[in-house]
């Protein structure tokens, strides 16, 4: 059970690391992006940012994998992958389980694969609404003003 309360910390300490470095990137996209909005202009950065959030997750379900086979849980790294899948996303279709002794390591996979799920949800969303921000804003800039003035 400690090794899994230790994959349950290493998890979201790489997921924030992985954030960290798309928020740094993304922070230095904003002024271009504001500089010239364009909608169709936007959508390759929001598809990297969710691929490498997608990333993320692979990578977190591959550490969680990798200790099951490594443990002799389970036995190869297509069957860790796919229970490791399940669990992180609290699918759970039960076809692959794990033995009595690490039945707990998969329960905090599971919790700790919903809360990063959430954050990542989070931050994505927090991206989008940044855009929708900078456009409204545009938008109030370009209407003619209403007071007769031009």
């Known amino acids: 059970m400690i090794a ?6 290493l998890s979201p300490f790489i997921h924030a690391l992985g954030l960290l470095g798309l928020l740094y990137w993304q922070t ?5 992006i504001e500089a010239d ?3 169709r202009r ?5 598809l990297l940012i969710f691929t490498a ?24 790294l297509e069957a860790g992958f796919y229970y490791s899948a399940c669990s992180y996303t609290t699918v759970g279709y039960g076809d692959v389980v794990l033995g009595r002794p690490w ?8 919790l700790t694969g919903v809360l990063l799920l959430g954050w990542s949800a989070a931050f994505f969303f927090s991206v989008v609404s940044r855009l929708f921000e900078i456009r409204s804003h545009l938008w109030q800039l370009r209407r003619p003003s209403r007071t007769g003035e031009v």
């Open 4 to 9: 899994a309360i230790v994959l349950a910390v």
């Open 28 to 32: 230095r996209q904003w002024p271009r």
């Open 37 to 39: 909005f364009r909608p």
């Open 42 to 46: 936007n959508l390759p950065m929001l």
């Open 53 to 76: 959030i997608l990333g993320l997750h692979i990578a977190e379900i591959l550490l969680w994998a990798g200790f099951y086979i490594w443990q002799g849980a389970l036995p190869h």
């Open 103 to 110: 039945r707990l390591a998969g329960v905090t996979e599971s």
